[in-house]
């Protein structure tokens, strides 16, 4: 079984900050660290997009619209990932949702967490 489960969505006015949270849990991830964890995003009308991942070794990746305003990290608690949004933008709001990726058959998403922006 796997388990992924965001928090910290809600409603943020523009220029302010916002920080998500994704757990990943589960007898199919075994005791170790899962390979690779993302952030995706979905806007109304739009197909899911990249927004940052980071791999067991920390290395990050991110889409050109949100480098330098957003951060993804990996917690404390095993396989966990936090993404802390600085100077949201309108354009930024969307359903997001965490990934955890082991293998093409092993990827499991979570049911996504809601970020508003509205002033």
């Known amino acids: 079984q796997a388990q992924v489960v965001e928090s910290g969505g809600g409603l943020v006015q523009p220029g302010q900050s916002l920080r998500l949270s994704c757990a990943a849990s589960g007898t199919t991830f075994g005791i170790g660290i899962i390979y690779i964890m993302g952030w995706y995003r979905q806007a109304p009308g739009k197909q899911r997009e990249l927004v940052a991942t980071i791999t067991s070794g920390g290395r990050t990746t991110y889409a050109e619209s949100v480098r330098g305003r957003f951060t993804i990290s990996r917690g404390n608690v095993q396989n966990t990932v936090h993404l802390q949004i600085n100077n949201v933008r309108p354009e930024d709001a969307a359903v997001y949702y965490c990934?955890?990726?082991?293998?093409?058959?092993?990827?499991?998403w979570g049911q996504g967490t809601q970020v508003t922006v509205s002033s």
């Open positions: 990934n955890a990726y082991n293998s093409p058959r092993a990827t499991y």
